[in-house]
């Protein structure tokens, strides 16, 4: 099973690497700010941040060093993913921009915590630090990613009012619907494996955790390839119900 999970969990972040390689680029071209705070959001998490943390165990002293670099790239992105979604969907909005500070300044404070508590001679301090500080992660995780799905099922929702008259691009719609999709698994995710992390039985954490991780990757990766790759066949089926709409 664990297999399994790192597969679907490998196949999500060569997409995200891909896709945040791309929206940089693009971002290059359009000198437009959305495009470079998601493409590096998605490249310090699954690009540095989540590949680094995988060699901390094993850094002996430089563990600390090593944790903080990955925690500091993990965090940085999900800072960065707060402010996307204040910038696309709330840009004037003050509210929305004291979420990110306050985001901002919990990611700090976790990332301070975890390096700490790496860095305790102890083992067991160790572990239980880990526990606790990969805690307060998956929190912030699923407050990012939670955050931006929200946000983007509900101007779909406007979107898709439009589109029935005809005033909103097809393609436009559903790739606004497939980013509020992979908020809400990503989310999903989250819950699930914080339930069965800390509060599920040997069999919750070595069968269902990897599972439940499993499938939201796929289902991730199918939504952003879908998104941000779209197959030329899937586009055409798109412009085919927008054109019998109309």
Known sequence: MMIVMALAVGTLFVVWIVT????????????????????????????????????????????????????????????LLFAFTALVFHDRSRWAWMIVGAGA?????????????????????????????????????????????????????????????????????????LWGLMGTIALACVLVDTALLYFAGEFGRAVLLPLATAIAGLLVSACMILAFWPPPAYLAWLRGRGSARG
């Open 20 to 79: 945040g390689v791309r929206l940089i680029r693009l971002a290059r071209q359009t000198q437009r700010s959305p495009e470079l705070l998601l493409g590096l959001a998605l490249l310090l998490q699954a690009g540095i941040g989540y590949p680094i943390s995988v060699l901390a165990p094993y850094a002996g002293d430089a563990a600390p060093l090593v944790w903080l670099v990955s925690s500091s790239c993990s965090n940085g992105g999900m800072g």
């Open 105 to 177: 300044a919990l990611l700090l404070i976790q990332t301070g915590g975890h390096v700490i508590a790496q860095s305790d001679p102890d083992e067991a301090a160790r572990a239980r630090g880990l526990l606790l500080w990969g805690g307060g992660s998956l929190a912030l995780s699923g407050l990012s990613w939670g955050w931006t799905g929200f946000e983007a099922l509900r101007y779909h929702a406007r979107l898709h009012k439009r589109a029935a008259l005809g005033l909103a691009d097809p393609i436009v719609v559903n790739r606004m619907l």
